[in-house]
């Protein structure tokens, strides 16, 4: 065997932390996030701009050895965009491989349908005043199943008009769950809860938990 050959498989890990789940379906459950490096993106309300460019190169094993260290059931594999990374693909397969109930947070840019279909992907629909709302890669939507999520970040009432109509020309409500949650500190998360109440919309409101518990501290 060669030496390239017996090469470790890694990936450019900015952080492994354990803290609550702040959003999706799995919110309140103490989960391990992995947070990848690097991200092709530039949204406006990006809260990890710190995770573009720092960290480190860890194997899978070595991220795997991290995971258990934390002692939890929920693995989070986020980023950045973690899809920019090849290898993500099979650290989502060893997670699920190793019993883990695993979630995957993506920008919805890059292509989907070889993640493990026992990950539950929560994809951010890029609104417009996220300034990446031509990234949206439309093809990701066929991939969509049940356990799957689709997240609109609104800013706006401009967003939340257009996420309105986004979700008609797609028919994502009969494809997977929607939720609907406020920019941080950009839009009244009442006022949004007011404005899905009273279109009827049939969508669920979220908010960030880890925010209201620990603000905009990163690693929370």
């Known amino acids: 065997m060669s030496a390239q050959a017996a090469k470790p498989?890694?990936?450019r890990i900015n952080e492994?932390?354990?803290?609550?789940q702040g959003e999706a379906d799995c919110v309140g459950f103490p989960t391990v996030f992995v947070r990848l490096t690097g991200c092709p993106l530039r949204c406006?309300?990006?809260?990890?701009?710190?995770a573009f460019h720092a960290g480190d190169w860890l194997d899978l094993e070595s991220i795997l050895e991290k995971v258990r260290s934390f002692?939890?059931?929920?693995?989070?594999v986020t980023g950045g965009e973690p899809l920019a990374q090849p290898n993500c693909l099979k650290l989502l397969t060893q997670l699920c491989d190793a019993g883990y109930q695993v979630s995957l947070e993506t920008s919805g840019a890059l292509d989907v349908a070889a993640v493990d279909a026992r990950v539950s992907r929560v994809i951010d629909v890029k609104t417009p005043a996220s300034n990446e709302a031509s990234r949206n890669r439309i093809e990701n939507f066929r991939h969509?199943?049940?356990r799957d999520q689709l997240k609109f970040v609104i800013c706006s009432r401009d967003d939340y008009d257009w996420s309105k109509a986004f979700l008609l020309e797609h028919h994502l409500g009969e494809r997977c769950r929607i939720l609907f949650s406020p920019s941080y500190n950009q839009l009244s998360p009442t006022l949004l809860a007011e404005w899905?109440?009273?279109?009827r919309l049939p969508v669920r409101f979220q908010m960030q938990l880890h925010k209201i518990l620990w603000g905009d501290v990163p690693g929370k």
């Open 144 to 146: 969509l199943a049940r």
């Open 71 to 76: 002692g939890a059931a929920y693995v989070c």
């Open 16 to 20: 492994i932390f354990h803290s609550l």
């Open 44 to 50: 406006q309300y990006c809260d990890t701009e710190y």
């Open 9 to 11: 498989e890694r990936l």
């Open 196 to 199: 899905i109440l009273a279109d």
